[in-house]
């Protein structure tokens, strides 16, 4: 696997966020724990990010937090260099690109209209199909 890509995740690694991880249960428990909601969803991406690249069901060949889509890719998936309410991005051994979004919820109340308005819906139908 390569190097993970997002900012914080050398800052999780360090504080031994992921380590020992037993279930998800626990590791929810654990970025439940940190202090900020920033905090939480950072962890949380990085948390995703390794998740896609590491599980074979997602078949990715490479994933890249928002940060570090190459602009070529962004512009593949028609998108600029703003926020379109995606997280990241990862393209299939099959040369697929996939956009996806996370978010991290304790008690999982459904998202509201206001969280999904965000998201670019043509990239999101490339990932939901994708996935």
């Known amino acids: 696997m390569s190097k993970a890509l997002h900012p914080k995740a050398a800052a999780f690694v360090s504080q031994n966020l ?10 929810e428990n654990r ?12 962890a949380f991406e990085v948390f995703a990010e390794a998740y896609l690249a590491t599980k074979r069901k997602h078949d990715a060949e490479q994933v890249w937090p928002l940060n570090a889509v190459p602009t070529s890719v962004l512009q593949q998936l028609g ?3 703003k926020d379109y309410g995606i997280d990241g991005v990862c393209r299939t051994q099959l040369g697929q690109l996939n956009a996806y979004q996370v978010k991290f919820r304790t008690d ?3 998202l509201t209209w206001r969280e999904l308005s965000t998201l670019d819906w043509p990239t999101a139908r490339k990932f939901i199909a994708g996935f």
């Open 18 to 27: 992921f380590a020992g991880l037993n279930s998800f249960t626990e590791l």
């Open 31 to 42: 970025i439940a724990a940190l202090p900020d909601k920033q905090s939480r969803g950072d």
């Open 79 to 81: 998108l600029g260099s």
């Open 108 to 110: 999982r109340p459904a």
